[in-house]
């Protein structure tokens, strides 16, 4: 059965800690890999867009990276408003398969 | 500019009740996606719309969950006969074009069945 699983389950970084989140997956026919941020209470926020292995994207403090089995979510001196689960999701022809995602705690 | 809007809020339904949960989308965001999110669990997906049409129901639950959109903005999904399993946040999203591409979410409407 496809599956997109994420490790680790909980993160717990110092500020200015640097450290890197997983996302592993075993969809057949991937067209694509996202990464959103969700806030407690609230909607999912989108961060990235990922299609090819070896394709990169940017934004603040946040890369991510792809490759044939995994993504990583690259977190450079995180401060304290980084806090939140990261949701990762691939893309079947029809539908969105979402990991359960990690929770990422930065301690000021 | 406003951002996708969804009705109500909380709702608290007695089992066997059947409910409607409402989404308003980003104007001009011809995708609209529905989702469920349950303690502890991933989201799961549900259903999408291209327009008025979803290409692929499968992703509903069971037979007592349906969804439609009209005039290309406005969608419904409607929960028949509840169930306590059917407890979950119900969240939708919508976006510019297709594909699942930079979708934008709503607040989620949290669903309680008693």
């Known amino acids: 059965e496809d599956q997109v699983t994420q490790s680790p389950e909980a993160l717990r970084l110092q500020e200015g800690e640097s450290s890197s989140l997983n996302c592993s997956y075993t969809?057949?026919?991937?067209?694509?890999l996202f990464w959103y941020r969700q806030d407690p209470g609230k909607g999912p926020e989108f961060l990235f867009t990922?299609?090819?292995a070896g394709e990169e994207k940017e934004k603040e403090r946040l890369k991510a990276t792809l490759t044939k089995k995994e993504s990583f979510l690259h977190i450079t001196a995180p401060k304290p408003e980084d806090s939140a689960t990261y949701l990762c999701a691939v893309q079947e022809p029809e539908r969105l398969v979402f990991g359960k995602g990690t929770k990422l705690t930065v301690d000021p | 500019g406003a951002g996708v809007s969804q009705s109500p809020s909380n709702k608290v339904t007695e089992k066997g009740k059947d409910v409607e949960l409402r989404c308003d989308p980003i104007?001009?965001?011809?995708?609209l996606y529905w989702y469920r999110q349950s303690l502890g669990q991933g989201l799961e997906f549900l259903i999408y719309?291209?327009?008025?049409?979803?290409?692929?129901k499968s992703g509903l639950p069971s037979d007592r969950f349906s969804a439609e959109r009209t005039g290309g903005s406005v969608s419904t999904l409607t929960i028949q006969r509840t169930q306590q399993e059917d407890s979950a946040v119900y969240l939708c999203a919508s976006s510019p074009t297709g594909d699942f591409y930079e979708q934008y979410f709503g607040p989620g409407t949290r669903l309680t069945v008693t």
């Open positions: 969809v057949s026919g991937l067209r694509g």
């Open positions: 104007s001009g965001h011809t995708a």
């Open positions: 719309f291209q327009g008025n049409s979803a290409p692929d």
């Open positions: 990922l299609y090819s």
